[in-house]
Nanobody, 123 residues
């Protein structure tokens, strides 16, 4: 079993930056791909970014490509999401999740989820 705890959310002005962290428990972190999803009020949860177990492969949704960067530190059992040039439409609860697949972009690809961290971008 994997436990995931996100942190780093908050309130930021449009154009600003935030870095989210997701700390994982368990010895298997380095064998798991990790993903970030988000859910805005009244909307479905959507894929944001994913990173393979080694960090060698990353994928992003078109809406964040070029602004967000996903990375990981397997020695610290932590995955990060650096968010730059934030827009009001990035406002959402952000979740990290783990997967046994090499990479996954769908909710059903992921086995364990964190509790989420709120990101609010003001205009």
């Amino acid at each position: 079993q994997v436990q995931l705890v996100e942190s780093g959310g908050g309130l930021v002005q449009a154009g600003g930056s935030l870095r989210l962290s997701c700390a994982a428990s368990g010895r298997t972190f380095s064998t798991l791909s990790m993903g970030w999803f988000r859910q805005a009020p009244g909307k479905e949860r959507e894929f944001v970014a994913t990173i393979s177990w080694s960090g060698g492969s990353t994928y992003y949704s078109d809406s964040v490509k070029g602004r967000f960067t996903v990375s990981r530190n397997n020695a610290k059992n932590t995955v990060y999401l650096q968010m730059n040039s934030l827009k009001p439409e990035d406002t959402a609860v952000y979740y990290c999740a783990s997967s046994r697949l090499r990479v996954g972009v769908k909710i059903r690809d992921y086995d364990y989820w964190g509790q989420g961290t709120q990101v609010t971008v003001s205009s």
